[in-house]
């Protein structure tokens, strides 16, 4: 049952002044390794092949020290709106961005790793407050996830994609919204499939760009493009590219006392994954900027979640219950750089009611950043067919 709007409370980002002192000094005294013997002048990609390269390294952890401005971003997240409320004893931080239009939709957005909701602070307001007139508009909801962010860090286990999903309801419930669109990708887009299968009486529809199928379907059937797919998503989990999941899903304790002591070891971990995942051709700064980038590293150094971060692999690793199949409207878009592409005949076997599917020409596995005015739209025109077949 919903508690009252009364537990849910307003939360404003101001971390002290001393913290982001220590944070130039930790930068300044960092000690890094030799470079990478797989050298090659830029832009290469094969660059990347032992990680991040030394000299990209040494340029952003240069301008983190003396060009970025964390109270900007910070600024931002205070003028979206943000709250806090506690669901099972964990406290929730979410941003909250209503909409001035009558005929808004309730939208809750959940990120992954090693996101936030930084991916998110660039659309907010043109989902809520779009100023074409005539295009669908949202109430929208960013909440961190739990180890995340200014979410609390769960002191026992058992957080994972259910119990989080079973969260999200009871917060949508309390700001006043019991009926719900959801978005989401990486861990996000898990969360959001199990929402809409589990919650169809809360879920209006859902818009994901990470479909997951069940386990064990043939590639019978499949056309060469599926067929690709298909071999790329398998190749990626069993190849050390997946080395990150296996060791944050087994001993993420272990990697989370780096994470979280060191800010260059923090950054190249992130990093890694943002150069690996971007559709760039070389750096994930072609699409992405520097500033985006940090606020979300930032977020993770100055709020200690390396560690309690990784843990949703140790919760969550390969837990999807193969059996979920989700009925509710679903749209769902597959971006060509994801690290995972879902044949649409695998995902029907999961989501029972496609109501649009795309494919869209670029972009990666953070569309929000990298392609934000795509993937708004995208995302409106989704959630506008979900709406339709709900009538």
Known sequence: MSHPASDVHAFEARVPDAELDELRARLAAARLPETETVYRPAPDPRRWEQGVPLADLVDVVDYWRTGYDWRSFEARLNRIGQFRTTIDGVGIHFLHRRSPRADATALIITHGWPGSIAEFVDVVDELAEPKDAAVPAFHVVVPSLPGFGYSDKPSTTGWGIEKIAAAWVELMGRLGYRRFAAHGGDWGGVITTVLGGRFPEHVLGIHTVT???????????????????????????????AAYAKQQAARPQTIGYSLVDSPVGLLAWILDKFAEW??????????????????????????????????????????????????????????????????????????????????????????????????????????????????
């Open 278 to 391: 971007t559709d760039t051709r070389d750096s994930p700064f072609e699409t992405i900027s520097r500033d985006r980038i940090l606020d979300d590293v930032t977020l993770y150094w100055l709020t200690r979640t390396g560690a309690s971060a990784a843990r949703i692999y140790y919760e969550s690793h390969n837990s999807l219950d193969p059996d979920l199949r989700v009925d509710v409207p679903s749209a769902i878009t597959v971006y060509p750089r994801d690290i995972e592409k879902c044949p649409r005949p695998w995902a029907q076997q999961r989501f029972r009611q496609i109501v649009r599917w795309r494919v869209a020409e670029t972009g990666g596995h953070f569309p929000s950043l990298e392609v934000p005015e795509y993937f708004v739209h995208d995302l409106r025109e989704g959630l506008a067919a979900v709406s339709a077949a709900k009538r």
């Open 211 to 241: 479909p997951q199928a069940p386990p064990g379907l043939s590639t019978d059937g499949l056309t060469a493009a599926e067929r690709a797919w298909a071999v790329d998503t398998r190749d990626f989990w069993g190849s050390r590219r």
